[in-house]
């Protein structure tokens, strides 16, 4: 069982950055596989990102590719967002994700834990 907590959203100009946080409470967080989801509102659930058990490999959406960055610390049970260069199109709701497993996974049915989500706004 893991219980994930997310933090670091607010309201952001466009072109700022940002850094969330995910803190994950169980053990054996380094057993599992990280991701990163946002929902605007009126849309479906939309993946961001993902880091495999030991950081090893990162994977993004499209739409933040080159922008955003994936990162996590085990010995801290924390998985880290880095988002520059915002833009409007980038406020939603983001999510954190976690499965116990390898590899890694981009649609939010492969996931078994999600933490409550936390409100980016891009705006002037």
């Known amino acids: 069982q893991v219980q994930l907590v997310e933090s670091g959203g607010r309201l952001v100009q466009p072109g700022g950055s940002l850094r969330l946080s995910c803190a994950a409470s169980?053990?054996?967080?380094?057993?599992?596989?990280m991701g990163w989801f946002r929902q605007a509102p009126g849309k479906e659930r939309e993946f961001v990102a993902a880091?495999?058990?030991?950081?090893?490999?990162?994977y993004y959406g499209d739409s933040v590719k080159g922008r955003f960055t994936i990162s996590r610390d085990n010995a801290k049970n924390t998985v880290y967002l880095h988002m520059n260069s915002l833009k409007a199109e980038d406020t939603a709701v983001y999510y954190c994700?976690?499965?116990?497993?390898?590899?890694?996974?981009?649609?939010?049915?492969?996931?078994?834990?999600w933490g409550q989500g936390t409100q980016v706004t891009v705006s002037s």
């Open positions: 994700a976690a499965v116990p497993n390898v590899g890694y996974y981009t649609r939010p049915s492969e996931y078994t834990y």
């Open positions: 169980g053990r054996r967080f380094g057993g599992y596989v």
């Open positions: 880091i495999t058990w030991n950081g090893g490999n990162t």
